[in-house]
């Protein structure tokens, strides 16, 4: 049933999902957020941090971003601003990405809820209502959150949206190795092997299995090195298959949007869950012909488009 016709209309320099990605990451200009940073010790002896703007309201939004992102990504840095005024703003930094590594072998990955649901649970006690964003990386960890957890989600979150989001792994990180795409995959493992190499030569890890880390050229090779057996699971394919968010979305009981551009270049077709989303009551699935990866954009001085998409989605009544 939820189906969502999309509004958005970008001129003809936007049409293109190349630089509608590339524009709104590296040209689009930003004013930095007034975050206060707060340190969450994790229940396996880690941390993880989390940058706030918090004021008197009793609504928190939480925002999750992509792979090898922060709370200071252009796109968190734009929503922390135009969320404030409305909501108290808890960015969350995955593991390793708020300029600390983090303690153990294992960092964060694209299936990786426990940081979630705990912040979830802490701010429970806090607030009437909660909200979340997640985008990207950070939109499947949201998604597969709410699969997993079903009826057993807190009452107190209230409606969530996501954007740009591989919802299906195996496909999405096979469609990165396509030679149009192979910047992308080389800035992703680039920042991810700069984390991750000194990590494993801290943990004693054989010299054999880091050359091959270093010498991986695709996430094949990088998560079935390193992403998969870290966080314990077989391999590759065995991380994508039980981290993938499309197989619980059916689970999903309350009111959530995705937003999928169709000239994603990361999105692969099975990205674009449209037969599930139709039997769904609860998830709704908006897909633009344009907007690219977390672009959307109309100019580089305005606000996103998805911004004012998404703020009528949180406060109007379905």
Excluded at 54 to 82: D, Q, R
Excluded at 121 to 142: D, M, R
Excluded at 201 to 223: C, Y
Aim: hydrophobic letters at 35%; a neutral charge; proline letters at 5%.
């Amino acid at each position: 049933m939820p189906l969502v016709t999309s509004t958005y209309r970008p001129g003809f320099f936007y049409k293109n999902g190349h630089i509608n990605t590339i524009f709104a990451s590296k040209v689009k200009p930003q004013a930095d957020a007034p975050y206060q940073r707060k340190r969450f010790e994790t229940p396996d002896n880690d941390f993880f941090d989390v940058d706030t703007i918090v004021g008197v309201h009793k609504k928190a939004l939480i925002l999750m971003h992509g792979l090898e992102g922060s709370a200071h990504s252009t796109y968190i840095l734009e929503m922390a601003n135009f969320f404030s005024p409305d909501y108290d703003i808890w960015a969350m930094n995955h593991r390793s990405c708020s300029g600390s590594l983090n303690l153990l072998y294992p960092s964060y990955h694209s299936g990786h809820t426990k940081d979630l649901k705990q912040l979830v649970n802490t701010l429970s006690e806090k607030y009437e209502e909660i909200y979340i964003i997640g985008v990207s990386l950070g939109g499947n960890i949201t998604l597969k959150y709410l699969g997993d957890e079903g009826n057993k989600l807190p009452s107190v979150v209230k409606k969530v949206a996501t954007l740009s989001v591989p919802c299906q792994l195996n496909s999405s990180a096979k469609v990165l190795q396509k030679r149009i795409n192979l910047l992308y995959l080389q800035n992703f493992l680039i920042s991810l092997k700069s984390k991750v190499v000194p990590k494993m030569e801290a943990f004693n890890m054989s010299q054999t299995l880091i050359d091959e880390v270093r010498s991986a050229k695709t996430f094949v090779e990088f998560d079935d090195r390193y992403t998969g057996p870290a966080h314990g699971f077989k391999d590759a394919e065995d991380y994508w298959s039980q981290c993938s968010s499309k197989e619980v979305l059916d689970r999903i009981i309350v009111p959530t949007l995705l937003i999928n551009a169709k000239d994603d270049p990361f999105l692969s077709e099975e990205c674009f869950p449209y037969e599930i989303a139709e039997k769904s009551e609860f998830l709704y699935l908006e897909t633009p012909d344009y907007g690219g990866h977390v672009g959307f954009l109309t100019s580089l001085y305005k606000q996103r488009w998805y911004l004012s998409r998404i703020r009528n989605f949180l406060s109007k009544p379905i």
